[in-house]
């Protein structure tokens, strides 16, 4: 069975400040997908990143930075910089490569950037 | 591309009453829609997973006569809550595969159901 674990509920940090949200993940498959996302109090998803656990590179997309390591499990995501904007509740989820699988989210980690 | 759509997306009804969520792929052909319930301050959930033309798949615990799925075409997944109860108030999401995307997941804005 598959599980994604956010241990972080709630994060409270001042604008500028750098945060990272972790994920920690559990999977039997070898290859697998990972991904971050964005729910502001809209609602909506927003998708951030998918990584194939084939490629351990870290990403840098601006302000956002991932840290992905196979040999421990995590798939951790950095802002650099926080602004207001980026308060919402980040989910982290996996999938396996199959066609049409399932995603397995995290708990969500719900990020607040105060001025 | 690959936008998802759902409709309504806020409704409230009253107990006992039912109501149908429509889920639509606008520009992308769907052979397979996902539905998902988020309680607040909670993680997505999932419920069924709709292929077009057959029956739905539930995931353990979702009462399948309670929430039915159809999923009649390429393009457009309907949910049904039936004899709704105040404990089926959520907030309903789908998503979409597109085979074109390495079967990735596009997500509707999602559906909040109110049941006073």
């Known amino acids: 069975a598959q599980k994604v674990t956010q241990a972080q509920t709630e994060i409270s940090v001042v604008e500028k400040e750098d945060v990272t949200l972790d994920c920690v993940y559990e999977?039997?498959?070898?290859?697998?997908?990972l991904f971050w996302y964005k729910q502001p109090p809209s609602g909506e998803l927003v998708f951030l990143i998918r990584r194939n656990s084939f490629d351990e590179q870290n990403e840098i997309s601006g302000r956002y930075s991932w840290n992905f390591q196979k040999s421990t499990s995590s798939f951790n995501f950095t802002i650099t910089a926080s602004q207001v904007v980026d308060s919402a509740v980040y989910f982290c989820?996996?999938?396996?490569?199959?066609?049409?699988?399932?995603?397995?989210f995290g708990t969500g980690t719900r990020l607040q950037v105060t001025l | 591309g690959a936008v998802v759509s759902q409709h309504p997306s806020w409704v409230i009804c009253k107990s006992g009453t039912s109501v149908k969520i429509e889920c639509r792929s606008l520009?992308?052909?769907?052979?397979?829609m996902f539905w998902y319930r988020q309680f607040p301050k909670q993680s997505l959930m999932l419920m069924a997973t709709s292929n077009e033309g057959s029956k739905a798949t539930y995931e353990q615990g979702v009462e399948k006569d309670k929430f039915l799925i159809n999923h009649a075409s390429l393009t457009l997944s309907t949910l049904t809550v039936t004899s709704a109860h105040p404990e089926d108030s959520s907030f309903y999401i789908c998503?979409?595969?597109?085979?074109?995307?390495?079967?990735?997941?596009?997500f509707g804005p999602g559906t909040r159901l109110t049941v006073t």
């Open positions: 989820a996996l999938r396996n490569t199959g066609t049409a699988s399932k995603l397995t």
């Open positions: 999977t039997r498959d070898t290859t697998y997908y």
């Open positions: 520009d992308f052909q769907a052979t397979t």
């Open positions: 998503s979409a595969v597109w085979r074109g995307s390495s079967y990735e997941q596009y």
